[in-house]
C-alpha cells in the first residue's frame, strides 16, 4: 500500500496547523504529528476507518478515520492505494461535508 495526498488534504493540515500555531507552536506540532501518525496506520489497515455516510451516493466509497475526536480524515481506497481526500474539523456543519467535498 501507498499514500497519496490530495491538495485539499495539504491544505486543509496547514490550515490545522496554522490555527494552532496561533495559540501554541507545541499544540500545533503534537496534532499535526498526531493526525500523520493515524494516517500511518492506514498502510497496515487500510479499511479501518468507516464508511463515509454523507458521501455514500459518490462514484468511490470513502472512509473517514476519526482523530482526537476532532478531526476527520476522508479517504478512499483504490487497489494498493490510500488516497487522502481531506482533514474535515468534526466540528464544523456536517452538512457542509458533502457541499465542500463537490468542490
Not at 506540532?29 to 493526525?35: A, G, L, Q, R
Request: charged share 30%; with cysteine.
Amino acid at each position: 500500500m501507498k499514500l497519496y495526498y490530495s491538495s485539499k488534504a495539504v491544505q486543509s493540515l496547514h490550515h490545522i496547523y496554522a490555527f494552532l500555531n496561533q495559540k501554541s507552536n507545541r499544540a500545533a506540532v503534537i496534532m499535526h504529528n498526531e493526525i500523520l501518525d493515524e494516517i500511518d496506520k492506514l498502510l497496515l489497515f487500510p479499511q479501518m476507518g468507516s464508511i463515509e455516510s454523507e458521501l455514500k451516493n459518490e462514484t468511490w466509497e470513502y472512509r473517514s478515520l476519526i482523530v482526537n475526536r476532532i478531526y476527520k480524515v476522508i479517504y478512499r481506497i483504490e487497489k494498493q492505494k490510500i488516497y487522502i481526500v481531506n482533514i474535515w474539523d468534526c466540528r464544523r456543519n456536517p452538512l457542509k461535508l458533502r457541499r465542500d467535498f463537490l468542490k
